[in-house]
């Protein structure tokens, strides 16, 4: 593959990409400390703005849109403030929301987070843990047109929406027309990943799901064909942004070397990866080949401190120029 990407713009522009996976409603309060409280040894912030985004699985969604590509979003909230909340800051997204399923029994995932001179003072996250219901997944797999999309990209982040029957009735219906699914994955849950085609993962993750120490190109290699080996995936893609990648397609193993970088935001970085990955190979180019670019996409949005690449045209140019 030439480092000139631009070739495949239109291309990528008629391909739509199904994403399902886990969602928050992020809320972030932005500060100045004037002072220390009076009443405790902690900074008495004055609030300058707030503002709400989305999370978890909506990265991939971002990316793909700010790619130019098509998508199809399913995910899964409470029947609560922070849900109406989501739908809304989808629709402000020009994203469609009638696949979007809210549980009454559900809490929607809220993160706040506090921000001070560029530093985050605080957390605080109300979360779900319990699984989607039997109905819910049957919804998701009923309503999902694997005729009209060219890749499934599942976003597990541990939330309850990557259950193991949603991903059994996901993958058996790809599998009609041949449409990959990809993951998004979690080291905790690759037991469960049967039937999905490509799974990218973290280095922490692969040290999770496998138990080797990934200290060079043997022990990544191992890790990856173990992955592969506990789930029947076809390719495997290791993330590390300052390590590079390391892939398993098939028998192959590849070292996509790494950028002198130094990551200034990781937020959602997994998802990006994972769903250029996906887009790339629905325009034809190999595994090895669509992990490169997810590579640069990755960097890019990780040293611009956004969540994706803004455009194709500044991930073209990134490629093909460099830092």
Not at 155 to 160: A, E, I, Q, T, V
Not at 263 to 289: C, R
Request: glycine share 8%; no cysteine; aromatic share 8%.
């Amino acid at each position: 593959m030439s480092d000139d990407i631009s070739s495949y713009k239109e291309k990528v522009s008629k391909i739509k990409i199904a994403v399902i996976g886990d969602s928050t409603i992020d809320r972030y309060t932005v500060a100045s400390a004037k002072r220390i409280s009076p009443e405790a040894p902690i900074p008495a912030l004055n609030v300058d703005k707030e503002y709400y985004r989305i999370g978890a699985s909506f990265n991939a969604v971002e990316s793909i849109l700010n790619l130019g590509a098509k998508v199809a979003y399913f995910t899964v909230t409470g029947s609560d403030l922070e849900g109406q909340q989501f739908a809304r800051e989808l629709e402000r997204n020009n994203v469609a929301t009638h696949w979007v399923f809210p549980e009454k029994e559900m809490k929607t995932t809220s993160i706040h987070r506090v921000i001070s001179d560029g530093y985050l003072m605080l957390w605080m996250e109300k979360s779900r843990v319990n699984k989607i219901s039997k109905n819910t997944e049957r919804m998701i797999i009923e309503k999902l047109d694997v005729e009209d999309v060219n890749a499934i990209v599942l976003s597990d982040h541990g939330r309850g929406t990557i259950t193991e029957g949603l991903l059994k009735g996901i993958s058996a219906k790809a599998k009609t027309r041949n449409v990959p699914v990809l993951i998004n994955g979690r080291g905790g849950s690759v037991n469960n990943y049967n039937g999905v085609d490509y799974i990218r993962i973290s280095r922490e993750d692969g040290f999770k799901a496998t138990g080797i120490t990934l200290i060079n190109d043997t022990s990544y290699r191992n890790t990856a064909i173990k992955i592969a080996s506990l789930t029947g995936a076809k390719g495997v893609v290791i993330t590390w942004l300052e390590d590079g990648f390391y892939i398993i397609n098939g028998k192959k193993f590849t070292h996509i070397a790494p950028l002198h970088v130094r990551p200034v935001n990781l937020v959602g970085i997994g998802d990006t990866i994972t769903s250029i990955i996906a887009l790339f190979l629905s325009a034809g180019l190999s595994l090895e080949e669509s992990s490169r670019i997810a590579y640069y996409g990755g960097v890019l949005a990780s040293i611009s401190n956004r969540r994706s690449p803004q455009s194709f045209d500044k991930l073209a140019k990134f490629i093909s120029e460099g830092l």
